[in-house]
């Protein structure tokens, strides 16, 4: 019984067994559509969201990736109000006018000014007393004093004179005034009140995004992560906005959490994407408790050690065409969640049955992705750990253990958590824009070889072709040293 068990053991493929054949085609790349489904009522114009985790997915990156046409998944490895406050930078970053403004007060010290400008990455803030603004700072006006001794304080420097405008004003009229006055942000009053800001960046960049994805009240798109069965915050993310709640779990064929789906589907508006599965008789069950999308990925993650602590897993390609054989029944879409290193990976995940592609690594270490670039042997890198860390599960609001099942209790030991992921740093890849080009470049072509002009064409034309070890060598460049790096070829050191 026990040798048949072996003996029947089914083969399972992944990213590398595989590749894709070419097909005869008459599309080209720059001719191809990469709109998708990313849940039963909200489509993408590119396959790609990001992770819900602390070192990808909080509102910067979250506005960026929107603005390319993709969506992420705010994590939520933090409080719930910080998850809801993230959301909102989001959803209101459309806007002309930013109601959430940093600001300081006159009395504040230059290096207190110096590290809220850091931290919060911007170059001004309005100094008030009250809700009175009383002048304006800029990164310009103190560095002079940073580094010399000086112990003045902000009304010392600041600019009094400050030029404002009114929240009625038009989008051309807050650029002729600020080109006219050579300034980059303009505060917004009410009376001699402070009610928000407009800056150029933020007018600029809403004019060269055409890609971008946004909800029918033309907000950015965004989701939110909430934990298997904490109702609280899923109904506080929809109250506050999100367009979807994504239910983050190791393990969501977990029964608990099958049958949680349709109390968290009763409380909420917004769609419901639950994951992460990676058998077609998970993805029935949670098909059959009203799921709108279905994430599937056990263990392939970049920083994932879940298949050599527990031993579990099934390699992707193979779990991402068992899911989609059910879930195609039911036109639920399928999110491939890990384990993606190249844009050829996204190709892949599509023709075994992806409709969306969920991106961990390839996006950190990008500039718009939480946490701050680090200098080693003369590289950039940047922050990246699993959620299941010891880091991200001990460190901050500690929201990521219940989704291993572990729980947190005060001050507990490290010792009593058993980790499934590992900390780490991935190279410093650029903004957002410049990787999204890349990736979705290398999947237009794919689309090109494969005779898809758009992604349905993509799940049915593609083929596969089983490589040996020896075709996965000449797949990737030999027989050179790389002088000039590839922006779609990292070579990692
Ligand atoms: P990539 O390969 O894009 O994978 O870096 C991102 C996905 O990995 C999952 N994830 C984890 N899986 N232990 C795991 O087994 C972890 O600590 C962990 N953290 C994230 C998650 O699904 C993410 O989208």
Known sequence: MYSKKLQEAELGFTYDDLLLAPNESWIEAKDVDTRTRVSTNHELNIPIISAAMDTVSESELAIALAHEGGMAVLHRNMTLEMEVEELKKVKSSGELTIRNVVTTTADSS???????????????????????????????????????????????IMTSDVVTVKESISPIEALDIAYENKIERLPVVRGDELVGIITIKDILQQKENPNAIKDKNGKLLVAAASGPFDLERAVALDEAGADIIAVDCAHAHNMRVVEFVSTLKDNIDADLIVGNIATGEAAEALIKQGVDGIKVGIGPGSMCTTRIIAGVGVPQLTAISKVADVASNYDVPVIADGGLRYSGDIAKAIGA???????????????????????????????????????????????????????????????????????????????????IFQLVGGLKASMGYSGAKDIKKMQELANFVRITSSGIKESHPHDLLITNESPNYPTLE
Request: without cysteine; proline residues 4%; hydrophobic residues 35%.
């Open 110 to 156: 230059l290096s207190t000014v110096k590290d809220i400008m850091e931290e919060e990455r911007i170059n001004g803030l309005p100094v008030i007393q009250g809700k009175k603004l009383i002048g304006i700072i800029t990164k310009r006006d103190i560095v002079p004093f940073l580094n010399n001794g000086s112990n003045k304080a902000v009304k010392d």
């Open 353 to 435: 049955g992806a409709d969306v592609v969920m991106l961990g690594n390839l996006l950190a270490g990008t500039y718009e992705s939480p946490g701050d670039v680090v200098v080693m042997n003369g590289r950039k890198y940047k922050q990246y750990r699993g959620m299941g860390s010891m880091g991200a599960m001990t460190g901050g609001f500690s929201g990521g253990a219940d989704r291993y099942f572990q729980e947190i209790k005060g001050h507990m030991k490290h010792s009593k958590l058993v980790p499934e992921g590992v900390e780490g740093v991935v190279p410093y890849k650029g903004t957002i824009n410049e990787v």
